[in-house]
C-alpha cells in the first residue's frame, strides 16, 4: 500500500462513529444494519449512549449511512466487489467523496460507478446524464444508468463484475425527484441479476414527521412516479428502500441492508443536522429550494416557469403578462407558514428564458406548519383564477406529476385547495399507514 493510500486509509477510518458490534437476525431480516437491539425493537433511532465523535462534528450532528458504514471498518461490504450508485451528494463527513474514499481504502473492492440522472459528478441538466466513460480521478468504469431499468439495467450489472450494489445520495422528499425511483430500478434490476443491494441513509431534508399530498394512481406511472406513494412521502431513502422491498417487490424481493443514520429526528430539518448541503442537483441549489419543491414543481406541467435559470429556482414561479394580482389571490388563502409575496423575474434560460416575467415568491416563515402540496396547489388554483393566459402543458405532464388527472380537473372546475387536498385524504391516509411499519427513526 502506498503513502498516498495509507493516509486516505487513515482520514477514513477517522470519520463517522463508533458502531455497536453485531447485528441480530431479525434486524437483517428487516434489511437494517448498524442499529441498537433496544431501537430497533422500539422502531426509532439510537440514543445518545449509541452516539459517538465523529470526524469535524459536534455531539448534536446527525451521522449518515456512509459514516456508520466507515466507522465499522466496512464490515457490511467484505468479501464482495463493489458498484457505486451516487453523484456530487456522496460524502463523508469531511467533505471527500465517498468514491475517492473507498477507492484509497484496501478494505473495499469498488470495481464501478453507476450515474443517475444528473451524472456522477452532477453536470448534467434536468433529464439528461453524462454518458458512459471513466473517472478520471481513480479511473474506474462510470455506467451510465439514467433511464436504463429492468433486465438492461440487470445486465449492465453483470457486465460491470459486481456482487453488490451500493446506494448513496441525497433525496429532497418527493415523488417526483427520481433519484428514489433509480433506487427502486437499482433494486429491481439487482434481483434480477441475483446482487444485493447495500442503501446507505440520509436525512430528508425537509423532515418526517408526515407524508402530504395525492398518492399515485398505478396508470400514471413513469419515471418521475414508479409506484403508489404520497407525493410528499416524509421518508428517507433507506426507509423507502424498505417499503419498496417489503410492498413493491414482493414478487421478487432484492437482497437488501439498510445502513440507518444516528442523530436524525422526523421534525428535523436539513438545518439542524449539522451535515454540509451539497446541491444533489443543479435546479436545487439550497434546502430552502427543497423545502418548497414538492408544491412549486408542479408547475413543470404548466407554461409558467417554476423559476429554473434563476438563482432561486422553486421559490419563484411566473410567466410574462403576469401582475401582482396572483400574488394578492394566493396570500389572501391565509396557508399555514408561508406569504407569497408579488416579484419579477427574467429566466437566463428554460422556460421564458431571457423574457421578464411576473409571478410569485415564496417566504416560508414557518417551516414546522408549511405544506408544500398545498402551498403549490393554492398556486395553481389561484393562478388559473388571476391569469387568462394559465394553461396546462399540452402532454398533461401535470398528472405524471401529481399522479392522476384529478388535480388537473378539480382544478379546471373551479375547485378550491381543501376541496382537493379533501379529494386525496383517503389515499393518503391508506399510505399513512403503511408507511409506518417500515419507518426507521422516532
Not at 102 to 107: I, K, Q, S, V
Request: glycine residues 14%.
Amino acid at each position: 500500500m502506498d503513502l498516498s493510500r495509507r493516509g486516505a486509509l487513515g482520514r477514513a477510518g477517522a470519520v463517522g462513529m463508533a458502531v455497536a458490534a453485531g447485528t441480530s437476525g431479525a434486524a437483517r431480516a428487516a434489511g437494517t444494519a448498524g442499529t441498537s437491539g433496544a431501537a430497533r425493537a422500539a422502531g426509532r433511532a439510537p440514543g445518545p449512549r449509541e452516539t459517538g465523535a465523529g470526524t469535524g462534528a459536534g455531539p448534536g450532528r446527525v451521522r449518515t449511512g456512509f459514516e456508520r458504514l466507515a466507522a465499522d471498518g466496512y464490515a457490511e461490504l467484505a468479501g464482495q466487489r463493489i458498484g457505486v450508485v451516487t453523484n456530487p451528494t456522496g460524502i463523508s463527513a469531511d467533505a471527500r467523496h465517498l468514491v475517492d474514499v473507498l477507492h484509497a481504502d484496501e478494505r473495499v473492492d469498488l470495481v464501478a460507478v453507476f450515474g443517475p440522472e444528473h451524472g456522477f459528478r452532477g453536470t448534467a441538466q434536468a433529464g439528461g446524464s453524462e454518458g458512459t466513460s471513466r473517472d478520471p480521478a481513480t479511473a474506474l468504469p462510470v455506467y451510465d444508468t439514467y433511464d436504463t431499468s429492468g433486465q438492461r439495467l440487470a445486465d449492465v450489472f453483470t457486465a460491470a463484475g459486481v456482487d453488490t450494489v451500493l446506494f448513496d445520495i441525497q433525496d429532497v422528499g418527493a415523488r417526483f425527484y427520481t433519484y428514489i425511483w433509480t433506487l427502486y430500478d437499482c433494486m429491481r434490476a439487482a434481483a434480477l441479476a441475483g446482487k444485493a443491494v447495500v442503501v446507505l441513509d440520509r436525512p430528508n431534508p425537509v423532515g418526517g414527521r408526515r407524508a402530504s399530498g395525492p398518492v399515485l394512481e398505478r396508470p400514471y406511472a413513469s419515471f418521475v412516479g414508479r409506484e403508489p406513494i404520497a407525493l410528499a412521502h416524509g421518508m428517507t431513502v433507506a426507509e423507502l428502500a424498505r417499503l419498496f422491498n417489503g410492498r413493491f417487490l414482493n414478487d421478487r424481493p432484492v437482497r437488501l441492508r439498510t445502513v440507518a443514520m444516528t442523530g436524525w429526528r422526523r421534525e428535523s430539518f436539513f438545518g439542524e443536522t449539522g451535515l454540509p448541503w451539497v446541491p444533489p442537483s443543479p435546479n436545487m441549489p439550497t434546502p430552502d429550494t427543497a423545502l418548497v419543491y414538492a408544491g412549486t414543481c408542479l408547475f413543470e406541467g404548466t407554461n409558467l416557469s417554476e423559476g429554473r435559470g434563476t438563482t432561486t429556482p422553486f421559490e419563484v414561479v411566473g410567466a410574462q403578462g403576469v401582475d401582482r394580482r396572483w400574488a394578492q389571490a394566493a396570500d389572501a388563502l391565509g396557508l399555514p407558514g408561508v406569504w407569497f409575496r408579488e416579484t419579477y423575474f427574467t429566466p437566463a434560460f428554460s422556460k421564458h428564458a431571457g423574457r421578464p416575467c411576473g409571478g410569485v415568491r415564496l417566504i416560508v416563515h414557518d417551516r414546522a406548519a408549511f405544506d408544500p402540496v398545498r402551498a403549490g396547489i393554492g398556486l395553481l388554483v389561484t393562478a388559473r383564477r388571476t391569469w387568462s393566459g394559465f394553461a396546462w402543458r399540452p402532454d398533461h405532464w401535470i398528472d405524471r406529476l401529481t399522479g392522476s388527472d384529478r388535480v388537473r380537473r378539480l382544478v379546471d372546475a373551479g375547485a378550491g385547495v381543501e376541496e382537493i387536498a379533501g379529494d386525496w385524504a383517503a389515499g393518503l391516509a391508506r399510505f399513512e399507514a403503511a408507511r409506518g411499519e417500515y419507518l426507521l427513526y422516532r
